[in-house]
């Protein structure tokens, strides 16, 4: 894709207008309590938006809306092909605005316009177009019976779904688990990570426009203590689909147990391993894919591969190459194309992954590039890329998710050993394996235990490719695919009598 300059970019942040209110039953609202908190560009830490500080209130008025809209079926009542078109037009608004939708993630999240422009904003218009197409397409059955019975097996939407988003993938995450719950004909109120609010509430205000009727896209900012947990609470809430950590994921589980039993579809962390064959030709490609996979949206990713495990035969060649294609790497202006590398989150974040760095120092691991932070005089969040050899499976930076832009490499003999050690994690997210040797690519990919494995690449697949984790990864979660449609139906058999 082409990128626009730095100027470009920076003359649309001047124009911005960001959404800050909540959208609740098709208007844009101030918080009940009136309250606001403030959100801040991690790669320089200046205030950029005071935001709606909803709370416990505000999820009322939200889910109850979404039931209305829901009970007197001005969404859920639409014919499939009446609900595609409209969740197209919001596609077309998305994509008509796409550069300001980069530019607003970019400056919320820290993220580079590298990332937000060539992957988060259009993605966001991709998945929703591929999400609509679907809305019609998917088919109810009939089971064989005798000739005086009909049997029907019809798929019915939930009712009110809520959505829990995590601040690094704002837009994408927001569109990938809303447009399905969407399509299904529930209605949805999204919960976007109080760090990165603004392009879910610019999504929302948008979809008022692309005649989303009222009270079916509802945006909720706030925090996960007290909006989350509410929406995790509320009795009105019959399906929560959530991407974020573990331990949150724990919680919801416990809340929906106490509460009413809604379904929790659950995207949790990943430790994603890529096993390196010695049978490989092309070192270049290969150490490419490897520092992109590790290094992409700063390593703030899900399934970033941060455990990179190399045939001992191959090690030193191929890492020398690693360290080399890591140069291209650098942080600098987010709003420079140039720039591959953004700011973490947060300040906070950006202390826990250099905890991790010192605290796989004291293990042992050898620290042979980065594990710094940079750029400290713009007030911004930057770590450089970071890379540690010899890391052991036991070693804290191996098992836990670090988050940010630290990769270690590991040594193997034998794909047994390669197969164990990818598998040596409470994750399951994606794995990648490179080989040029049929038998060891399919012993791999049917034996490393992930949702995702993808074959001398790194690749979370494309719209119709399902994506959740195993293990700890996930929990009843499929995102994309029409698998993330089906999870937000009930299945029910409608079972007739005929006259004989
Ligand atoms: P979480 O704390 O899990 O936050 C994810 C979302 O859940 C946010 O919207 C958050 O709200 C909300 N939340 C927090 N506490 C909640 C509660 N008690 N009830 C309901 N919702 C709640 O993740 P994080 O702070 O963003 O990151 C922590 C770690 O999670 C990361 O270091 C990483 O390991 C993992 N993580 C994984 C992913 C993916 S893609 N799997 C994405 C992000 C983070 P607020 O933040 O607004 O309070």
Same mark, same amino acid.
């Given at each position: 894709?082409?990128?626009?300059?730095?100027?470009?970019?920076?003359?649309?942040?001047?124009?911005?207008?960001?959404?800050?209110?909540?959208?609740?039953?098709?208007?844009?609202?101030?918080?009940?309590?009136?309250?606001?908190?403030?959100?801040?560009?991690?790669?320089?830490?200046?205030?950029?938006?005071?935001?709606?500080?909803?709370?416990?209130?505000?999820?009322?008025?939200?889910?109850?809306?979404?039931?209305?809209?829901?009970?007197?079926?001005?969404?859920?009542?639409?014919?499939?092909?009446?609900?595609?078109?409209?969740?197209?037009?919001?596609?077309?608004?998305?994509?008509?605005?796409?550069?300001?939708?980069?530019?607003?993630?970019?400056?919320?999240?820290?993220?580079?316009?590298?990332?937000?422009?060539?992957?988060?904003?259009?993605?966001?218009?991709?998945?929703?177009?591929?999400?609509?197409?679907?809305?019609?397409?998917?088919?109810?059955?009939?089971?064989?019976?005798?000739?005086?019975?009909?049997?029907?097996?019809?798929?019915?939407?939930?009712?009110?779904?809520?959505?829990?988003?995590?601040?690094?993938?704002?837009?994408?995450?927001?569109?990938?688990?809303?447009?399905?719950?969407?399509?299904?004909?529930?209605?949805?109120?999204?919960?976007?990570?109080?760090?990165?609010?603004?392009?879910?509430?610019?999504?929302?205000?948008?979809?008022?426009?692309?005649?989303?009727?009222?009270?079916?896209?509802?945006?909720?900012?706030?925090?996960?203590?007290?909006?989350?947990?509410?929406?995790?609470?509320?009795?009105?809430?019959?399906?929560?689909?959530?991407?974020?950590?573990?331990?949150?994921?724990?919680?919801?589980?416990?809340?929906?147990?106490?509460?009413?039993?809604?379904?929790?579809?659950?995207?949790?962390?990943?430790?994603?391993?890529?096993?390196?064959?010695?049978?490989?030709?092309?070192?270049?490609?290969?150490?490419?894919?490897?520092? +992109?996979?590790?290094?992409?949206?700063?390593?703030?990713?899900?399934?970033?591969?941060?455990?990179?495990?190399?045939?001992?035969?191959?090690?030193?060649?191929?890492?020398?190459?690693?360290?080399?294609?890591?140069?291209?790497?650098?942080?600098?202006?987010?709003?420079?194309?140039?720039?591959?590398?953004?700011?973490?989150?947060?300040?906070?974040?950006?202390?826990?992954?250099?905890? +991790?760095?010192?605290?796989?120092?004291?293990?042992?691991?050898?620290?042979?590039?980065?594990?710094?932070?940079?750029?400290?005089?713009?007030?911004?969040?930057?770590?450089?890329?970071?890379?540690?050899?010899?890391?052991?499976?036991?070693?804290?930076?191996?098992?836990?998710?670090?988050?940010?832009?630290?990769?270690?490499?590991?040594?193997?003999?034998?794909?047994?050993?390669?197969?164990?050690?990818?598998?040596?994690?409470?994750?399951?997210?994606?794995?990648?394996?490179?080989?040029?040797?049929?038998?060891?690519?399919?012993?791999?990919?049917?034996?490393?235990?992930?949702?995702?494995?993808?074959?001398?690449?790194?690749?979370?697949?494309?719209?119709?490719?399902?994506?959740?984790?195993?293990?700890?990864?996930?929990?009843?979660?499929?995102?994309?695919?029409?698998?993330?449609?089906?999870?937000?139906?009930?299945?029910?058999?409608?079972?007739?009598?005929?006259?004989?």
């Amino acid at each position: 894709m082409a990128f626009l300059d730095r100027s470009a970019y920076a003359a649309i942040e001047r124009r911005l207008k960001p959404t800050v209110q909540a959208v609740i039953d098709g208007k844009l609202v101030d918080a009940v309590s009136g309250r606001t908190f403030d959100s801040y560009n991690p790669a320089n830490g200046q205030k950029i938006a005071e935001i709606a500080g909803c709370d416990e209130r505000d999820v009322d008025l939200a889910v109850q809306a979404a039931k209305r809209a829901f009970e007197d079926k001005r969404w859920a009542g639409l014919s499939p092909s009446d609900r595609k078109a409209r969740l197209q037009r919001l596609a077309m608004l998305l994509e008509a605005h796409v550069d300001e939708f980069a530019v607003l993630e970019t400056i919320d999240a820290g993220k580079p316009i590298y990332d937000t422009a060539r992957s988060d904003a259009p993605g966001s218009v991709e998945s929703i177009l591929w999400t609509a197409e679907a809305a019609d397409k998917l088919l109810d059955h009939m089971t064989k019976t005798g000739d005086t019975n009909l049997s029907m097996v019809v798929r019915e939407p939930f009712g009110v779904a809520a959505i829990i988003v995590p601040w690094n993938f704002p837009l994408y995450i927001t569109v990938m688990k809303s447009m399905p719950a969407l399509a299904a004909g529930n209605s949805v109120v999204i919960k976007p990570a109080q760090l990165t609010s603004l392009t879910a509430l610019k999504l929302g205000a948008l979809a008022l426009e692309a005649g989303i009727p009222d009270g079916v896209l509802n945006v909720v900012p706030g925090s996960g203590s007290k909006v989350g947990a509410a929406l995790a609470r509320h009795p009105d809430v019959r399906v929560i689909s959530f991407t974020g950590s573990t331990e949150v994921g724990r919680s919801l589980l416990s809340h929906s147990s106490e509460t009413n039993l809604k379904r929790v579809l659950l995207e949790l962390g990943g430790k994603c391993p890529v096993v390196v064959m010695p049978d490989i030709d092309d070192y270049d490609y290969v150490a490419d894919r490897i520092v +992109y996979a590790a290094m992409a949206h700063s390593g703030l990713n899900c399934t970033a591969t941060a455990r990179v495990l190399i045939h001992q035969d191959i090690k030193e060649k191929l890492t020398a190459k690693i360290l080399e294609k890591c140069g291209l790497w650098f942080c600098g202006d987010t709003l420079d194309p140039r720039n591959r590398m953004g700011a973490m989150v947060s300040e906070e974040h950006m202390k826990g992954v250099l905890d +991790y760095i010192r605290i796989g120092r004291e293990e042992g691991a050898d620290l042979i590039l980065g594990g710094r932070q940079v750029l400290e005089e713009t007030g911004g969040y930057f770590i450089e890329p970071t890379v540690f050899d010899n890391m052991q499976p036991w070693m804290r930076i191996s098992r836990e998710e670090i988050f940010g832009p630290v990769m270690g490499i590991t040594p193997f003999r034998s794909v047994d050993e390669a197969i164990a050690l990818a598998n040596d994690t409470e994750y399951g997210l994606l794995a990648s394996v490179y080989s040029n040797d049929l038998n060891t690519v399919i012993r791999l990919t049917r034996e490393i235990c992930a949702g995702t494995v993808s074959v001398n690449c790194y690749s979370e697949g494309d719209c119709a490719s399902p994506f959740g984790g195993f293990k700890q990864s996930g929990f009843n979660c499929k995102d994309k695919s029409l698998w993330s449609i089906e999870q937000f139906t009930e299945l029910k058999s409608i079972w007739m009598q005929l006259r004989g």
